[in-house]
């Protein structure tokens, strides 16, 4: 089972940058399709990337389509999600897991297990 523990999270301010890293401990990340997740107060939680196991394709949903970029380090099994142009409504807790794309839509994979997140918090 892989235990993920998720970083980087900060107050900051609209317009800003942002990067979040998701170190995982026990089997490789790369066993797995990996995506990032977040979560508002009040709202349930949204799919936001998901990257295969093999690396070659990544999802974004809409809100977040050209202002984040998902990358890994397969050999620190540690992924990340670089956020640019943050905008208040990005706020949010971040949580990586495993994940799947149905129909374009990012959800928890059936053996995604979760951190503890990082919060994300913009300003306006």
């Known amino acids: 089972q892989v235990h993920v523990e998720e970083s980087g999270g900060d107050l900051v301010q609209t317009g800003e940058s942002l990067r979040l890293s998701c170190t995982a401990s026990?089997?490789?990340?790369?066993?797995?399709?990996v995506g990032w997740f977040r979560q508002a107060p009040g709202k349930e939680r949204e799919g936001v990337s998901c990257?295969?196991?093999?690396?070659?394709?990544?999802w974004y949903s809409d809100s977040v389509k050209g202002r984040f970029t998902a990358s890994r380090d397969s050999v620190k099994n540690t992924r990340y999600l670089q956020m640019g142009d943050l905008k208040p409504e990005d706020t949010g807790t971040y949580y990586c897991a495993a994940c799947v794309s149905v129909g374009g839509v990012i959800l928890p994979s059936s053996v995604a297990t979760w951190g503890h997140g990082t919060q994300v918090t913009v300003s306006s």
């Open positions: 990257t295969t196991w093999s690396g070659e394709t990544t």
């Open positions: 026990g089997p490789p990340f790369d066993h797995y399709s």
